[in-house]
């Protein structure tokens, strides 16, 4: 099993910047990568940002592209996601996700049911 934990989200205006943050612990060594996913009021959950842990390559929604960058640190089995430029569409509730599926497929990392363990969710509003 994989423990998540998010923190880092809030209230911010538009235009502004927040960073996530999610720890994980337990069965670290069978992660791939970590993603994240959001999901606004009513919405479907939509894929944000993913990283392969080892060699740290990502891939981006074109929605967040140039906007949001996702990282880790693999000392302390934590991933972030730093968000600029922050836009009322970005409110949602974002989580945190980890998989153990080697598979390089743009579209496959892309899929909810790629990732095994999920964190709790961390509340993101941007006010216009």
């Known amino acids: 099993q994989v423990q998540l934990v998010e923190s880092g989200g809030g209230l911010v205006q538009a235009g502004g910047s927040l960073r996530l943050s999610c720890a994980a612990s337990?069965?670290?060594?069978?992660?791939?990568?970590m993603g994240w996913f959001r999901q606004a009021p009513g919405k479907e959950r939509e894929f944000v940002a993913t990283i392969n842990w080892s060699v740290g390559s990502t891939y981006y929604a074109e929605s967040v592209k140039g906007r949001f960058a996702i990282s880790r640190d693999n000392a302390k089995n934590t991933v972030y996601l730093q968000m600029n430029s922050l836009k009322p569409e970005d409110t949602a509730v974002y989580y945190c996700a980890a998989s153990p599926s080697a598979s390089p497929s743009s579209y496959i990392v892309t899929q909810a049911k790629t990732y095994t363990y999920w964190g709790q969710g961390t509340q993101v509003t941007v006010s216009s």
């Open positions: 337990g069965r670290t060594s069978s992660v791939y990568r």
